[in-house]
């Protein structure tokens, strides 16, 4: 039997809302962390892990903040917003 493989994929954070596969959300993303963790991911390939946060208004979620289960993204295009949004 084949090993199962591991990646290691950049992970964002996410507020308010649990993604699900195969549906296409658009998100803003707006923390300083969050924007270069996208920037990140559309160098390396465009795949990001997206992890639902226990608490929305925590700030800086440490991995105990988010949920252990997350969605692997496909970020399919950026659009560019006032102040370092996206």
Same mark, same amino acid.
Do not use: C, N, W
């Given at each position: 039997?084949?090993?199962?493989?591991?990646?290691?994929?950049?992970?964002?954070?996410?507020?308010?809302? &649990?993604?699900?596969?195969?549906?296409?959300?658009?998100?803003? &993303?707006?923390?300083?962390?969050?924007?270069? @963790?996208?920037?990140?991911?559309?160098? *390396?390939?465009?795949?990001?892990?997206?992890? @639902?946060?226990?608490?929305?208004?925590?700030?800086?979620? *440490?991995? *105990?903040?988010?949920?252990?289960?997350? @969605?692997?993204?496909? &970020?399919?295009? &950026?659009?560019?917003?006032?102040?370092?949004?996206?």
């Amino acid at each position: 039997m084949a090993q199962p493989k591991t990646l290691t994929l950049p992970a964002i954070p996410i507020r308010d809302m &649990v993604l699900f596969p195969g549906a296409r959300v658009p998100f803003v &993303v707006g923390r300083a962390a969050s924007v270069k @963790t996208l920037e990140l991911a559309i160098k *390396a390939g465009d795949h990001l892990l997206m992890l @639902t946060q226990r608490d929305a208004k925590v700030e800086t979620p *440490a991995l *105990a903040d988010l949920y252990s289960v997350g @969605t692997l993204a496909l &970020v399919e295009s &950026v659009i560019a917003l006032p102040k370092d949004f996206y």
